[in-house]
């Protein structure tokens, strides 16, 4: 029940195109939900975050839907640059003690 | 501005031999701190959290042990190391109050691999 489910495992997007990763949950007490990028040998960075009271949060080139209803959530990459080539996570808080549920990571390959 | 400290960058250990990882965390005041397991294939497994000095709570029976004898320094330890140990380790921290946007935020990552 604490788990987040991410697909898809690789993805492989033209320079240009949109990168778009998805995540799924089941314990509804998640109330926080954060996207990390990670590059190799790096500690995963955050990225962005939305809380379930919004649908949609944008920042730059990078987008989060949410849909509370589903308990699906996704991250949209527009304009997707071989800069943004890394391994993305979605996650949860789960909302005691703040512990971090991590999906189980999608590989992000920008071909130019 | 918040920073973590995370050494060595590097380690190999031979099979049995102990193991010290340390973590410091500078420009906050009882944060909340993490040992995550990074192994092959991109899986982030939590360790250890901790909510305060000497508070240590552990997620996943193993070979290894952490402990917290300061506000803001966090360290990970095994007294003898197994092959199933070589990973790349990570320690985070995030505040100690769950306002709303306080997440958690990574080190640089320490590569262990066990020989």
């Known amino acids: 029940q604490q788990q987040v489910k991410q697909s898809p495992q690789s993805l492989i997007v033209q320079k240009g195109g949109i990168s778009i990763i998805n995540c799924a949950y089941e314990n509804t007490a998640f109330d926080y939900f954060p996207w990390y990028q990670q590059f190799p040998g790096k500690g995963p960075a955050l990225l962005i975050a939305?809380?379930?009271?919004?649908s949609e949060k944008k920042e730059g080139r990078f987008t989060i839907s949410f849909n509370k209803s589903a308990k699906q959530f996704s991250l949209h990459i527009m304009d997707s640059q071989p800069g943004d080539s890394a391994t993305y996570f979605c996650a949860a808080i789960y909302n005691q003690g703040g512990k971090l549920i991590f999906g189980q990571g999608t590989e992000l390959s920008v071909k130019p | 501005s918040q920073t973590i400290h995370q050494w060595p960058a590097t380690l190999v250990q031979p099979v049995g031999s102990p193991l010290s990882l340390e973590c410091t965390v500078e420009g906050t005041s009882n944060p909340n701190l993490y040992w995550y397991r990074q192994a092959a294939g991109r899986g982030l497994q939590l360790l250890f959290y901790?909510?305060?000095?000497?508070?240590i709570s552990s997620e996943v029976p193993q070979n290894l042990s952490a402990s917290r004898p300061q506000d803001r320094q966090f360290i990970l330890s095994s007294k003898k190391l197994l092959l199933s140990d070589s990973g790349f380790y990570l320690c985070?921290?995030?505040?100690?109050?769950?306002?709303?946007?306080?997440?958690?935020?990574f080190g640089e990552g320490s590569w262990l691999t066990v020989v």
């Open positions: 985070a921290w995030s505040g100690w109050d769950r306002a709303p946007g306080n997440t958690i935020y």
């Open positions: 939305i809380r379930p009271d919004v």
């Open positions: 901790s909510v305060g000095i000497g508070q």
